[in-house]
């Protein structure tokens, strides 16, 4: 019995180090690690013809359908009333930590992008970082509304936040 629990508490910890540290080593990530401000980066990249055709409409979760298709990343999500939602990426998942009929706080997936503006249209908010020498920006859009753009950079972030309405 006492060997069963020295089990379970360490799986529980292993459990635990993989969904708060944000993002584990896996092989298919571009780029991952601690940066500023406390965020993780579990896949960051920049869009090419490598990977898919990028055309005039081609979205960021056409892109990243494509990188799945060839075994570089591993994501799960589902279709909302504002788009594509992303619930995992790499084998981490969103964390419900708290809600009220006005607020939500938790650990999701966020995406920030060098793609700021595309024919008079923001795509991106002002909160920011540097990543090896580069300023990603905060995605306005989700990943089926967001344009991908041959030479942007795009970085899938888990990071906490505390919503209102």
């Known amino acids: 019995m006492k060997k069963l629990l020295t089990v379970l508490l360490a799986l529980c910890a292993a459990v635990a180090v993989c969904v708060f ?21 579990c896949y960051a990249f920049t869009a090419s013809d490598d ?11 056409d892109y ?6 060839g075994g570089k990343l591993d994501f799960k999500g589902e279709d909302g009333d504002y788009g594509y939602y992303l619930t ?5 998942k969103s ?22 503006t595309v024919d008079g249209v923001t795509y991106s908010s ?4 540097v990543f090896d020498g ?9 990943v089926s509304n967001l ?3 041959k030479g942007e950079s795009y970085a899938l972030v888990f990071e906490y936040a505390e919503t209102t309405w």
């Not at 995992?88 to 981490?92: A, K, T, Y």
């Not at 419900?96 to 999701?108: I, K, L, M, P, R």
């Open 95 to 116: 964390v419900f930590v708290s809600s009220t009929a006005n607020s939500y706080a938790g650990y999701d997936w966020y995406v920030y992008t060098t793609l700021t």
């Open 64 to 69: 990243m359908d494509a990188l799945k298709a």
């Open 51 to 61: 990977v898919l055709n990028i055309g005039e409409n081609t979205s960021l979760k």
């Open 21 to 41: 540290a944000g993002c584990a080593d896996d092989p298919r990530g571009e780029t991952e690690g601690a940066v500023d401000g406390g965020y993780k980066i």
């Open 147 to 149: 344009p991908c753009v």
């Open 88 to 92: 995992e990426i790499l084998g981490v």
């Open 134 to 142: 580069v300023t990603l920006y905060k995605s306005a859009y989700g």
């Open 126 to 129: 002002e909160q920011s970082f």
